[in-house]
């Protein structure tokens, strides 16, 4: 592969989810606010604290996707469907929770999401052990973002 489709290959992978984080971004618009209001668990983080770990999550997304693009071969189709599949269901979950305040289908929602990154994880092992441990901390993340949103549920419930 040459350097220049190389280095397109990784900038249209940070565009995507750039995209991505821009759209999840607009339905979280007001969210600060929101997150404020709920009766928030034990081990609730602070408001900053998410951009700043998406900003990660959302790079090392990226560079996982362009892992697994530049190494090619069987298996490469399947694997970017399912990171394109999480990612799209990723981005509506703001909506859900923030935009639409409805916790309980934002937790349904969220897993699906799990189940979907779990096996994108999956299929980019044999492709790229790297790409795969790049998932992990967006695994992580999204098991903590669970324990919150089932706690949202469960607090915040009439």
């Known amino acids: ?20 984080a821009a759209v999840a971004s607009f339905f979280a618009s007001g969210s600060t606010d929101i997150y404020q209001s709920l009766n928030r668990p034990p081990l609730a983080p602070p408001a900053w604290v998410f951009p700043l ?12 996707a362009w892992l697994v693009w530049r190494q ?12 394109v599949g999480q990612l799209l269901v990723n981005v509506f979950w703001p909506r859900l929770f923030f935009a639409d305040q409805a916790f309980g289908a934002a937790l349904v929602w969220l897993l699906l999401l799990l189940v979907l990154v779990i096996a994108m994880i999956k ?15 967006y695994l992580v993340w999204l098991l903590f973002a669970g ?9 915040n419930s009439p």
Do not use: H, T
């Not at 592969?1 to 995209?19: E, Q, T």
């Not at 770990?53 to 996982?64: E, G, H, R």
């Not at 324990?147 to 607090?155: C, E, G, H, K, S």
């Open 1 to 20: 592969m040459s350097k220049r489709k190389d280095i397109l290959g990784l900038l249209f992978s940070l565009l995507l989810v750039g995209v991505a």
């Open 53 to 64: 770990a998406w900003s990660v999550l959302y790079f090392l997304m990226a560079v996982s």
């Open 72 to 83: 090619g071969g069987e298996g490469v189709s399947r694997a970017l469907a399912l990171y």
């Open 123 to 137: 299929a980019f092992y044999p492709i790229s052990r790297w790409a795969a441990f790049l998932q992990i901390p």
């Open 147 to 155: 324990y919150l949103n089932f706690m949202a549920v469960v607090l």
